[in-house]
């Protein structure tokens, strides 16, 4: 009777551990936290993420005719008047300012007659996001992304480099643990 005692419990500790691996496979979530790094140590991480080009790169889309002519078309009132740009036809104006890296164009965007939002990937494991403002009111936003791909083939962030204009910051991924118990699907 003890034996059998012993294994049922060691049957239903099975159960509980698959299914928590299971769930946490599944449905486990993460979350960015900030690195506890000095801006001379991001830039050595990430030189790119201050890159000389950045500003004649906003020059030169904000020249561009077509976003000269999105950012006339879209309202300041409508949070949701966006306008996208096809990047063939801008593409040989932009070379000489691109990340040597780029492999392919994500979004070029205009909204809200002020607002220009550019991404490119870098390979399958980086991407670059600018976001301009045409008014000059804040500084240029860059953003560069790390990938890892999961073991389902799926690319999965790892590392942000943010820089803001004025601060420069680098956020890791960090695995939420158990955070499938407290959600409310």
Known sequence: ?????????????????GYCIYQE????????????????QILREMPDLASETDEALRQTILA?????????????????DFQHIPFA??????????????????????????????????????????????DGSYPTDKGIALYRFNHRGQRKSMVLYTNNGTTLQKQVEKHLWFAWLYSDN
């Not at 599944?26 to 000095?38: E, K, Q, W």
């Not at 561009?64 to 949701?80: E, G």
Request: glycine share 4%.
């Open 64 to 80: 561009l005719p077509q976003v000269q002519a999105a950012l006339n078309s879209t309202s300041p009132d409508d949070p949701l």
């Open 25 to 40: 496979t599944h449905f486990g979530t993460s979350t960015f936290v900030p690195a506890n790094l000095s801006q001379t």
């Open 1 to 17: 009777m003890k034996k059998k005692l012993i294994l049922l419990f060691l049957a239903l500790l099975t159960a509980v551990a």
């Open 89 to 134: 036809s801008v593409q040989a104006q932009l070379e000489p300012y691109l990340p040597k890296d780029w492999t392919e164009p994500m979004e070029f965007a205009v909204a809200n007659g002020n607002t220009i939002y550019f991404s490119l990937h870098c390979g399958p494991e980086k991407t670059v996001n600018y976001h301009f403002f045409a």
